[in-house]
């Protein structure tokens, strides 16, 4: 597969998590809890391929969007679960509002 190619499917990948939201709010703490660590774990590996782009690809600004998008994404994504998440654990341990 060419290079161009597969950074532009890394941007793929990431722009389909977006647009593919899950309702954080219907699921348990300890599933929120699994959510974040995916969504974390899909952000290194994310950035380990854009490093891996960075040694072999000659597109810079290509490279230099598919960060972007990947950390606003992600940090994102993880900011609105950590809310969720930690309103649930208010709820649900420590029974206070």
């Given at each position: 597969?060419?290079?161009?190619?597969?950074i532009?499917k890394?941007?793929?990948?990431?722009?389909?998590?977006?647009?593919n939201?899950?309702?954080?709010?219907?699921?348990?703490?300890?599933q929120?809890?699994?959510e974040?660590?995916?969504?974390?774990?899909?952000?290194?590996?994310?950035?380990?391929?854009?490093?891996?782009?960075?040694?072999?690809?000659?597109?810079?600004d290509?490279?230099?969007?598919?960060?972007?998008?990947c950390?606003?994404?992600?940090?994102r994504?993880?900011?609105?679960?950590?809310?969720?998440?930690?309103?649930k654990?208010?709820?649900?341990?420590?029974?206070?509002?």
């Open positions: 597969m060419d290079e161009p190619d597969e532009q890394l941007i793929d990948d990431i722009s389909f998590r977006k647009s939201s899950k309702d954080y709010e219907k699921m348990s703490v300890e929120i809890g699994k974040l660590r995916e969504v974390m774990k899909f952000e290194q590996e994310s950035f380990k391929k854009i490093e891996e782009f960075e040694k072999t690809q000659e597109n810079p290509l490279i230099k969007y598919a960060k972007m998008i950390k606003n994404t992600t940090q994504e993880i900011t609105q679960i950590q809310e969720i998440y930690l309103e654990i208010d709820k649900e341990y420590l029974k206070s509002k």
